[in-house]
């Protein structure tokens, strides 16, 4: 009687597993692909390295330079006009401090609008050599939603341009620019000069299995680096977004501006804000 009770609490326990695996099917299917898909994350280089790198490599800029990724980004990081030629590495990745839309897990207003501030606070944190707790992300959340209350009339779905602004006017960046019909290669040349880059997009495009189904129809994300296939993101749209990496042309085709909530059709444009000297 033992075994046969065994027997039958196995098979009842596979039935279960089986159940399970079905019901998620999508979700593990796409947590395998990406799995699969992804590259190996490049070590992260903070802000301050960059700017210490290269005052070093400008104090010896007639010795020879080496060919690998760390002298690339060095002679990058103080270009900051677009006539100035930047040279891509074939992987790099800032060290952009990660702080989820909801630094508690709370999901209702204003959190679950949040992304576009969460995007940007995490870029100025970056200059700024900065780091997140819970504390001070919420904190920071609600003090930029209050101030856009105040500036705009409102604070969600900012458009690049709106976000632009807000970097401009809240924090005193001096160079902020919108990048419209971006190509792969601006988003890298920005990222090797040690600029993160501002992505607003068609959520849903993204496919990103942590994201609530349907996913949100407008979201807004950081990139922060890229390997040979794919951009690696900041995505403040889930807890599991800290270096998440997604397929060159599946970022790519989701890039879309806010256009009254015909996302789908709104304009391709990313926005990138260059450090005050």
């Known amino acids: 009687m033992k075994n046969k009770l065994t027997v039958l609490h196995t098979i009842l326990i596979i039935f279960i597993v089986l159940g399970t695996a079905w019901l998620f099917r999508g979700r593990i299917e796409n947590l395998w692909n990406d799995w699969m898909t992804n590259d190996p994350t490049p070590e992260p280089i903070a802000f301050t390295d960059f700017l210490n790198a290269n005052s070093a490599q400008h104090a010896n800029k007639n010795n020879n330079a080496n060919e690998n990724t760390n002298e690339v980004i060095n002679e990058n990081i103080n270009t900051n006009t677009d006539t100035e030629p930047i040279e891509i590495p074939p992987e790099i990745n800032l060290d952009v401090p990660f702080t989820t839309q909801a630094p508690y897990a709370n999901w209702d207003e204003p959190y679950d609008e949040a992304c576009e501030e969460a995007s940007a606070i995490t870029v100025h944190y970056y200059y700024q050599g900065n780091t997140f707790t819970k504390e001070t992300a919420d904190q920071e959340i609600l003090d930029l939603v209050a101030w856009e209350e105040d500036y705009f009339g409102f604070y969600k779905d900012t458009t690049a341009e709106e976000t632009a602004e807000l ?12 990048i419209y019909d971006p190509t792969i290669e601006d988003i890298k040349k920005n990222v090797a000069a040690g600029r993160p880059v501002i992505v607003p997009s068609a959520g849903r495009e993204l496919g990103n299995p942590n994201f609530t189904a349907p996913g949100p129809l407008y979201h807004m994300l950081v990139v922060r680096g890229y390997t040979a296939n794919n951009f690696i993101t900041n995505d403040v749209g889930t807890r599991n977004g800290e270096n998440y990496q997604y397929a060159f042309d599946v970022l790519m ?14 304009q391709r444009v990313v926005v990138v804000a260059w450090p005050n000297q």
């Open 167 to 178: 970097m401009r006017e809240y924090w005193g960046y001096e160079k902020v620019e919108t």
């Open 253 to 266: 085709n989701s890039i879309h501006d806010w256009n009254d909530g015909d996302v789908y059709n709104g």
